[in-house]
């Protein structure tokens, strides 16, 4: 005879395993197949895990695997806000704030994308930008990474695409390789190469992504050995200095 002491260990046992079988759903994960068309977990291709931390919207994109290979911060929306509603209609579009994370498939980051950077950016003391304040919100601050983790290149771009200012190149082991102006996608300005110990290789003017004035090119003590003056592209003059 089963009593009624027994009878309630044998439930608490059926809805302890029931509990242990089925994994526990995310409720704050949404999930999407190949298409990025909204999908149940078994058919996903991807997903994306948000949190509201400190009024800000914390969001990671993942393979179905698990691999994330995007993280980035956003303003948080509205309280009370369909949070599914909200991805579907892409309203995060055009509210990134802070540091935004591309990852490659072994887990390593390949870009940084760094938005309100004349808030938040503290490299912006060592690069020469007078950037009016019209075109301030249009800027973004980008890091791209060596697969060993060191900078490769880093510098401005306008409306998420076009380089703008000062962009800085580094060798794979760190050292400076060359620094470039640009004005909204082509060089404009100076061009300059380095040696690994800092001092020049070579400087290049450009204008409207011509050469254009004075290329000096350096010795390997530092001093300049050759000048070439340019007029849109076409050499005008050579001359040896030093001798």
């Known amino acids: 005879m089963i009593t009624r002491g027994k009878f309630r260990k044998f439930i608490f046992f059926i809805l302890t395993f029931i509990c242990i079988s089925i994994p526990a759903q995310d409720d704050n994960r949404i999930y999407f197949d190949k298409d ?3 999908s149940d977990p078994d058919n996903a291709k991807y997903y994306l895990h948000y949190e509201i931390k400190d009024s800000v919207l914390e969001v990671s994109y993942h393979m179905a695997s ?3 290979f995007e993280k980035g911060q956003y303003q948080s929306p509205p309280k009370g806000t369909n949070m599914l509603e909200y991805f579907l209609n892409n309203e995060e579009q055009g509210n990134e704030v802070g540091s935004h994370f591309y990852y490659k498939k072994n887990g390593d980051i ?3 994308v760094i938005y309100d950077p004349f808030e938040t950016l ?3 003391d060592k690069v020469d930008n007078n950037f009016p304040d019209s075109i301030k919100s249009r800027l973004k601050y980008e890091k791209v990474f060596f697969s060993n ?6 510098g401005f771009t306008i409306d998420n695409k076009s380089k703008h200012g000062q962009w800085t190149r580094y060798t794979r082991n760190g050292y400076l390789f060359f620094t470039a102006d ?5 060089l ?10 800092g001092s020049l290789v070579e400087m290049i003017s450009y204008k409207k992504g011509i050469k254009s004035g ?3 090119k350096y010795d390997l003590n530092g001093n300049p050995k050759k000048k070439i003056i340019y007029k849109e592209g076409k050499i005008i003059t050579k001359e040896k200095l030093n001798n």
């Open 149 to 154: 983790g060191n900078i490769k290149e880093e």
């Open 36 to 38: 990025w068309v909204h």
């Open 122 to 124: 503290d490299p912006l």
């Open 214 to 216: 004075e290329t000096i």
């Open 188 to 197: 404009d300005g100076k061009f300059i190469y380095y040696f690994n110990d």
């Open 66 to 68: 698990g691999t994330i």
């Open 182 to 186: 640009f004005h909204f996608g082509k």
């Open 110 to 112: 390949s870009l940084e």
